[in-house]
Protein backbone atom coordinates (compact mmCIF):
# COMPACT_ATOMS: atom_id res chain seq x y z
CA UNK A 1 0.00 0.00 0.00
CA UNK A 2 1.54 3.34 -0.65
CA UNK A 3 2.00 6.13 2.16
CA UNK A 4 2.39 9.24 2.08
CA UNK A 5 2.94 11.09 5.41
CA UNK A 6 3.14 14.74 5.90
CA UNK A 7 4.72 16.45 9.19
CA UNK A 8 3.47 18.40 10.81
CA UNK A 9 -0.30 18.43 10.10
CA UNK A 10 -0.76 21.60 11.57
CA UNK A 11 1.47 24.63 11.79
CA UNK A 12 0.40 27.74 13.22
CA UNK A 13 3.53 30.52 12.58
CA UNK A 14 4.15 34.18 12.68
CA UNK A 15 5.09 36.16 9.60
CA UNK A 16 8.76 36.54 8.57
CA UNK A 17 9.18 33.43 10.43
CA UNK A 18 11.16 30.78 8.22
CA UNK A 19 9.35 26.82 8.32
CA UNK A 20 9.57 23.73 6.33
CA UNK A 21 6.88 21.00 5.57
CA UNK A 22 8.38 17.35 5.27
CA UNK A 23 6.43 14.67 2.71
CA UNK A 24 7.60 10.99 3.36
CA UNK A 25 6.48 8.49 1.17
CA UNK A 26 6.60 4.82 0.26
CA UNK A 27 6.73 4.83 -3.78
CA UNK A 28 9.85 4.54 -5.81
CA UNK A 29 8.33 6.87 -7.73
CA UNK A 30 10.40 9.72 -8.54
CA UNK A 31 7.90 12.52 -9.19
CA UNK A 32 6.05 14.12 -6.63
CA UNK A 33 3.46 17.04 -6.53
CA UNK A 34 2.41 19.86 -4.19
CA UNK A 35 -0.52 21.60 -4.00
CA UNK A 36 -1.91 24.51 -2.27
CA UNK A 37 -6.12 24.09 -1.08
CA UNK A 38 -7.96 27.05 0.46
CA UNK A 39 -10.84 26.93 2.32
CA UNK A 40 -13.79 25.75 0.00
CA UNK A 41 -11.73 25.58 -2.98
CA UNK A 42 -9.98 23.03 -5.58
CA UNK A 43 -6.28 22.29 -5.43
CA UNK A 44 -4.22 24.75 -7.12
CA UNK A 45 -0.67 23.34 -8.06
CA UNK A 46 2.35 24.09 -7.04
CA UNK A 47 5.22 22.13 -7.85
CA UNK A 48 5.74 18.90 -10.27
CA UNK A 49 8.93 17.44 -8.69
CA UNK A 50 10.57 15.36 -11.07
CA UNK A 51 13.77 13.93 -10.68
CA UNK A 52 16.13 13.14 -7.64
CA UNK A 53 17.59 16.53 -6.49
CA UNK A 54 14.93 18.57 -8.39
CA UNK A 55 14.51 22.03 -6.38
CA UNK A 56 11.94 24.47 -7.99
CA UNK A 57 11.54 27.95 -6.13
CA UNK A 58 8.42 30.19 -6.49
CA UNK A 59 8.31 33.18 -4.70
CA UNK A 60 8.45 32.58 -0.90
CA UNK A 61 8.22 29.09 -1.23
CA UNK A 62 11.17 26.05 -2.46
CA UNK A 63 10.23 22.84 -2.91
CA UNK A 64 13.34 20.00 -2.91
CA UNK A 65 12.92 16.25 -3.77
CA UNK A 66 15.53 13.48 -2.52
CA UNK A 67 14.46 10.03 -4.12
CA UNK A 68 16.94 7.78 -2.60
CA UNK A 69 15.25 9.35 1.14
CA UNK A 70 12.36 9.03 -0.15
CA UNK A 71 11.41 12.79 1.49
CA UNK A 72 10.40 15.86 0.11
CA UNK A 73 10.25 19.49 1.63
CA UNK A 74 8.36 22.83 1.07
CA UNK A 75 10.10 25.58 2.45
CA UNK A 76 8.37 28.51 3.43
CA UNK A 77 11.07 31.65 3.28
CA UNK A 78 9.46 34.55 5.54
CA UNK A 79 6.10 33.69 5.60
CA UNK A 80 3.10 36.30 4.64
CA UNK A 81 -0.37 35.96 5.96
CA UNK A 82 -1.52 35.36 2.44
CA UNK A 83 0.12 31.85 2.62
CA UNK A 84 -2.10 30.79 4.70
CA UNK A 85 -3.82 27.68 3.38
CA UNK A 86 -3.35 23.85 3.64
CA UNK A 87 -0.47 21.99 1.96
CA UNK A 88 -0.71 18.94 -0.18
CA UNK A 89 2.14 16.32 -1.13
CA UNK A 90 0.94 13.57 -3.22
CA UNK A 91 2.61 10.98 -5.68
CA UNK A 92 1.30 8.05 -7.58
CA UNK A 93 2.32 4.28 -7.62
CA UNK A 94 4.28 4.30 -10.19
CA UNK A 95 5.44 8.18 -11.41
CA UNK A 96 3.42 8.51 -14.56
CA UNK A 97 0.03 10.67 -15.64
CA UNK A 98 -1.82 6.90 -15.73
CA UNK A 99 -2.55 6.54 -12.12
CA UNK A 100 -4.25 8.42 -9.69
CA UNK A 101 -2.71 10.31 -6.65
CA UNK A 102 -2.18 9.54 -3.14
CA UNK A 103 -2.36 12.60 -1.03
CA UNK A 104 -0.56 12.95 2.17
CA UNK A 105 -3.01 13.80 5.35
CA UNK A 106 -2.22 17.93 4.39
CA UNK A 107 -0.58 20.61 6.26
CA UNK A 108 -3.16 22.94 7.56
CA UNK A 109 -0.86 25.93 7.98
CA UNK A 110 -1.90 29.57 9.78
CA UNK A 111 0.32 32.36 9.82
CA UNK A 112 -0.23 35.37 12.01
CA UNK A 113 0.68 38.91 11.42
CA UNK B 1 -4.41 26.32 -21.08
CA UNK B 2 -5.78 22.95 -19.87
CA UNK B 3 -8.38 23.42 -18.38
CA UNK B 4 -11.36 21.49 -16.56
CA UNK B 5 -14.52 22.39 -15.41
CA UNK B 6 -16.56 20.85 -13.00
CA UNK B 7 -20.31 21.57 -12.32
CA UNK B 8 -22.15 22.15 -10.32
CA UNK B 9 -20.32 23.71 -8.07
CA UNK B 10 -22.55 23.02 -5.10
CA UNK B 11 -25.72 20.43 -4.55
CA UNK B 12 -28.10 19.93 -2.30
CA UNK B 13 -30.65 16.96 -2.72
CA UNK B 14 -32.41 14.80 -0.93
CA UNK B 15 -31.42 11.54 0.05
CA UNK B 16 -33.05 8.36 -1.61
CA UNK B 17 -31.73 10.67 -5.15
CA UNK B 18 -29.12 10.98 -7.83
CA UNK B 19 -27.02 13.26 -8.33
CA UNK B 20 -24.65 13.87 -11.53
CA UNK B 21 -21.41 15.93 -11.51
CA UNK B 22 -19.61 17.21 -15.09
CA UNK B 23 -16.19 17.22 -15.84
CA UNK B 24 -14.90 18.65 -19.08
CA UNK B 25 -12.20 19.55 -20.43
CA UNK B 26 -12.19 22.31 -22.28
CA UNK B 27 -8.77 22.98 -24.54
CA UNK B 28 -7.42 19.54 -24.45
CA UNK B 29 -8.36 15.87 -24.91
CA UNK B 30 -8.66 14.21 -21.62
CA UNK B 31 -8.41 10.19 -22.19
CA UNK B 32 -8.15 9.77 -18.18
CA UNK B 33 -9.78 11.29 -15.92
CA UNK B 34 -9.82 10.60 -11.77
CA UNK B 35 -12.40 11.26 -9.26
CA UNK B 36 -11.37 12.12 -5.83
CA UNK B 37 -13.31 12.91 -2.68
CA UNK B 38 -12.81 14.80 0.48
CA UNK B 39 -14.33 14.88 3.95
CA UNK B 40 -14.29 18.17 6.08
CA UNK B 41 -10.61 18.50 7.01
CA UNK B 42 -9.22 15.57 5.47
CA UNK B 43 -7.29 14.97 2.39
CA UNK B 44 -8.22 13.70 -1.03
CA UNK B 45 -8.79 10.38 -1.56
CA UNK B 46 -8.92 8.74 -5.07
CA UNK B 47 -12.28 7.20 -5.99
CA UNK B 48 -12.10 6.11 -9.17
CA UNK B 49 -10.07 5.92 -12.89
CA UNK B 50 -11.83 7.04 -15.67
CA UNK B 51 -11.34 6.18 -19.14
CA UNK B 52 -12.74 7.17 -21.92
CA UNK B 53 -14.55 4.52 -23.80
CA UNK B 54 -14.15 2.01 -21.12
CA UNK B 55 -15.08 0.81 -18.05
CA UNK B 56 -13.62 2.77 -15.13
CA UNK B 57 -11.27 1.39 -12.44
CA UNK B 58 -12.52 1.78 -8.68
CA UNK B 59 -10.20 2.17 -5.85
CA UNK B 60 -11.40 -0.21 -2.86
CA UNK B 61 -13.58 0.01 -0.85
CA UNK B 62 -15.84 2.60 -3.23
CA UNK B 63 -19.11 1.28 -4.69
CA UNK B 64 -19.11 1.06 -8.23
CA UNK B 65 -23.01 0.64 -8.23
CA UNK B 66 -23.26 3.62 -6.28
CA UNK B 67 -20.82 5.52 -8.04
CA UNK B 68 -21.37 6.12 -11.67
CA UNK B 69 -19.00 6.78 -14.19
CA UNK B 70 -19.14 7.32 -17.31
CA UNK B 71 -16.32 9.11 -19.74
CA UNK B 72 -18.37 8.51 -23.15
CA UNK B 73 -15.97 11.12 -24.94
CA UNK B 74 -12.38 13.10 -24.84
CA UNK B 75 -13.96 15.84 -23.09
CA UNK B 76 -16.53 14.67 -21.16
CA UNK B 77 -16.40 12.40 -17.66
CA UNK B 78 -19.46 12.42 -14.94
CA UNK B 79 -19.92 11.10 -11.69
CA UNK B 80 -23.86 10.01 -10.83
CA UNK B 81 -23.87 9.76 -6.89
CA UNK B 82 -27.05 7.30 -6.56
CA UNK B 83 -29.29 6.59 -3.93
CA UNK B 84 -27.76 9.63 -2.23
CA UNK B 85 -27.37 8.82 1.42
CA UNK B 86 -26.05 12.00 4.35
CA UNK B 87 -22.59 10.03 4.64
CA UNK B 88 -22.19 10.96 0.78
CA UNK B 89 -22.39 14.60 1.70
CA UNK B 90 -18.64 15.44 0.54
CA UNK B 91 -16.43 17.91 -1.43
CA UNK B 92 -15.72 15.28 -4.76
CA UNK B 93 -12.89 16.48 -7.45
CA UNK B 94 -12.12 15.57 -10.74
CA UNK B 95 -8.90 15.58 -12.30
CA UNK B 96 -7.18 15.23 -15.42
CA UNK B 97 -3.16 14.69 -16.12
CA UNK B 98 -1.17 16.40 -18.64
CA UNK B 99 1.93 15.73 -20.62
CA UNK B 100 5.13 17.69 -20.35
CA UNK B 101 3.91 19.92 -23.07
CA UNK B 102 1.40 21.91 -20.55
CA UNK B 103 2.78 24.32 -18.60
CA UNK B 104 1.17 22.68 -15.61
CA UNK B 105 2.26 19.81 -16.36
CA UNK B 106 1.37 16.99 -14.13
CA UNK B 107 -2.76 17.06 -12.84
CA UNK B 108 -5.31 19.72 -13.49
CA UNK B 109 -8.24 19.59 -11.17
CA UNK B 110 -11.74 20.84 -11.34
CA UNK B 111 -12.94 23.65 -9.38
CA UNK B 112 -14.68 20.48 -7.07
CA UNK B 113 -18.53 19.85 -6.28
CA UNK B 114 -19.78 20.07 -2.84
CA UNK B 115 -22.51 18.14 -2.09
CA UNK B 116 -24.99 17.87 0.87
CA UNK B 117 -27.23 15.37 1.12
CA UNK B 118 -30.47 16.19 3.42
Known amino acids: ELKVEQNPLFLSMQEEKNYTIYCDYS?????LYWYRQDPGKSLESLFV?????AVKQEGRLMASLDTKARLSTLHITAAVHDLSATYFC?????????????FGKGTHLIIQP | GAVVSQHPSRVICKSGTSVKIECRSL??????MFWYRQFPKKSLMLMAT?????????EQGVEKDKFLINHASLTLSTLTVTSAHPEDSSFYIC??????????????FGSGTRLTVV
Open chain 2, 95 to 108: SASLDSSYPNYGYT
Open chain 1, 27 to 31: TTSDR
Open chain 1, 49 to 53: LLSNG
Open chain 1, 90 to 102: AVTPSGGGADGLT
Open chain 2, 27 to 32: DFQATT
Open chain 2, 50 to 58: SNEGSKATY
